[in-house]
């Protein structure tokens, strides 16, 4: 069992719709919970980071995190062009990284 | 500040050689990490260094290694090539060892021919 899961999509919303990107990791250990976003060729870029139950917001993005679920997932509001990229969900257990294989977003103008 | 830097960007190698890639962290970070990526596998830890000595380790085979050095200037050397070594390699600093916050470099793509 991989210690983080993600559907690889590819995920296709409008723009201006919301993108609901979600992440599920095997180890009720894991303590700290990412996403980071990446673009083609390019590397990753970390956009939030959540380490309580519930949920955290950044602009028009939202983490929300349900340890009981082992559960984590990313919501864009007001998705735009310039959204499109993978995203990628990790966990930190044991103070190391743990990633999943990422989610492709499409946002279609 | 300046980021993550890594060298070379772009590398094709032979089966069977040897490859060294250089990570220079951003100034003051003293913990550089290292990982692999492909399509199939993702992100995967390959190994962490702080104060020059390995901290963690990954699941890769010995022909994996790293070092770093006093400046916190990491190599990364993968010997005896295989196909399946075709990745990007990243390189990630942070300011302390096993720190929740980590930034990437731009990675060193590497095709094993």
């Known amino acids: 069992q991989k210690e983080v899961e993600q559907n690889s999509g590819p995920l296709s919303v409008p723009e201006g719709a919301i993108a609901s990107l979600n992440c599920t990791y095997s180890?009720?250990?894991?303590?700290?919970f990412f996403w980071y976003r990446q673009y083609s060729g390019k590397s990753p870029e970390l956009i939030m980071s959540i380490y309580s139950n519930g949920d955290k917001e950044d602009g028009r993005f939202t983490a929300q995190l349900n340890k009981a679920s082992q559960y984590v997932s990313l919501l864009i509001r007001d998705s735009q062009p310039s959204d499109s990229a993978t995203y990628l969900c990790?966990?930190?257990?044991?103070?190391?990284?743990?990633f999943g294989t990422g989610t492709s977003l499409t946002v279609i103008p | 500040k300046a980021g993550v830097t890594q060298t070379p960007r772009y590398l094709i190698k032979t089966r069977g050689q040897q490859v060294t890639l250089s990570c220079s962290p951003i100034s003051g970070h003293r913990s550089v990490s290292w990982y692999q990526q492909t399509p199939g596998q993702g992100l995967q830890f390959l190994f962490e260094y702080f104060s020059e000595t390995q901290r963690n380790k990954g699941n890769f085979p010995g022909r994996f290694s790293g070092r770093q050095f006093s400046n916190s200037r990491s190599e990364m050397n993968v010997s005896t090539l295989e196909l399946g070594d075709s990745a990007l390699y990243l390189c990630?600093?942070?300011?302390?060892?096993?720190?929740?916050?980590?930034?990437f470099g731009e990675g060193s793509w590497l095709t094993v021919v």
């Open positions: 990790a966990v930190n257990r044991g103070n190391q990284f743990y």
């Open positions: 990630a600093s942070s300011l302390e060892a096993q720190a929740n916050t980590i930034y």
């Open positions: 180890d009720r250990g894991s303590q700290s």
